[in-house]
């Protein structure tokens, strides 16, 4: 499905639809996202925001986004929850929530699935937080939305919610003004706001960015306690990889609008099959090594108007010599490279090629093992 509005935006042809699907091991599916794409109008063109996305969000498991600022995962995850401005959007393909298709859905039909079938919680509560209205009143306001109850029952809600999630004197806090609360606890409030109708996806967008670093562990934890009592699926928007090790099952790593590489995130952290991957892995820093040898990815994300030819990742790109001319002159397709595992890159053997160590350790095994034997 597509819902072009009043400026024409051209489009060049579409790419291939993407075809490799991962099969997760457990939860029922309850968001499939379908080679969407979501672009919006410049003066200087198109701004090509996603480009032929595909992934899945199963009940009980956590999907991290991850990418530098300008990779696509919010507004991708907006997409999801209609937010974006119909009349200055392009948006093709396909997102279907709990079996209801979004793209081209009506206003009425998205404030009936807002809150009640998906929330988000955003990056700085203090902005997502009214300030003139007090925080119970905002949670008990969405309950309302889709619940006919009294008033009392909701604000009863409230304060269960506030409970929920840690926040001391619940009643007492329930009867307070955002401004009144610590950063922490008006992230804890935004959960709480999120969850209050039990949806079956809870989008979580960089939800410890603006919080301190303790703070930070508590905030992941309780999402990853919710996520057990609600059995809700999560994708949490990231650009922080120790984050993706501590929360998330799988993960899907973004770069210029596409997908790179896909995975559980036990196995793409371990052993990164793009090079993009594997410069976001080799550039955090380590409390063993001197600040002196951090190696940051070289260069900046591309204009998502003017994209470079071939691979979007070329200027960049420390390996495209293996592969020599493919490299800038031909999208490499979203290809599998082991059971749920994709990539997108030319590399011909990219295991060996970014994880050498590992390849030579697997095959001292199996011949420590052949030779056992
Ligand atoms: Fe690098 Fe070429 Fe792979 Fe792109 S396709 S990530 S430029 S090796």
Redesign the pocket.
């Known amino acids: 499905m597509s819902m072009e509005f009043d400026e024409v935006v051209p489009v060049e042809a579409a790419a291939p639809r993407p075809v490799d699907v991962i099969e997760a091991p457990m939860g029922d599916v309850v968001l499939k996202v379908e080679d969407l794409t979501v672009r919006f109008p410049s003066d200087e063109g198109p701004v090509k925001a996603v480009q032929n996305l595909s992934y899945e969000a199963r009940l009980g498991r956590t999907l991290a986004i991850v990418g530098e600022s300008g990779s696509g995962k919010s507004v991708s995850t907006m997409t999801v929850l209609g937010l974006h401005n119909p009349a200055r959007t392009f948006i093709s393909g396909s997102v279907i929530l709990d079996g209801e298709e979004i793209v081209g859905a009506s206003q009425a039909t998205m404030r009936r699935l807002r809150s009640a079938k998906v929330a988000m919680v955003f990056q700085d509560p203090q902005s997502s937080l009214h300030p003139f209205y007090k925080v119970g009143g905002q949670i008990a306001e969405a309950y309302l939305a889709h619940h006919r109850v009294s008033k009392a029952v909701a604000n009863k809600r409230a304060v269960e919610m506030l409970d929920l999630v840690g926040i001391p004197n619940p009643d007492r806090r329930a009867k307070q003004f955002p401004h009144e609360f610590s950063g922490g606890m008006r992230q804890r409030a935004m959960i709480a706001l999120g969850l209050v109708n039990d949806p079956l996806l809870l989008i979580a967008d960089e939800p410890t960015t603006a919080l301190d670093v303790t703070v930070q562990a508590q905030i992941l934890d309780l999402i990853k306690d919710l996520q057990k009592k609600f059995g809700s699926a999560v994708i949490l928007i990231t650009h922080d990889l120790a984050v993706v090790a501590e929360v998330s099952d799988d993960i899907l790593v973004m770069y210029a609008g596409r997908a790179?590489e896909r995975g559980l995130t036990k196995d793409v952290l371990a052993r990164p099959n793009?090079?993009?991957t594997w410069g976001l892995l080799e550039s955090l820093p380590s409390a063993s090594e001197n600040l002196d040898s951090l190696k940051a990815i070289k260069g900046a994300p591309p204009s998502l108007v003017h994209l470079p030819s071939?691979?979007s990742?070329?200027p960049r790109?420390a390996?495209?010599d293996?592969?020599g001319d493919?490299?800038l002159s031909q999208l490499?397709e979203l290809r599998s490279v082991a059971p749920g595992r994709l990539i997108?890159?030319?590399?011909p053997d990219p295991e060996r090629t970014l994880n050498p160590d590992a390849v030579l350790n697997d095959h001292s095994e199996t011949s420590h093992q052949e030779i056992s034997s």
């Open positions: 790179v793009h090079p993009y071939g691979c990742f070329h790109c390996y495209q293996l592969v493919a490299c490499p997108r890159c030319h590399l």
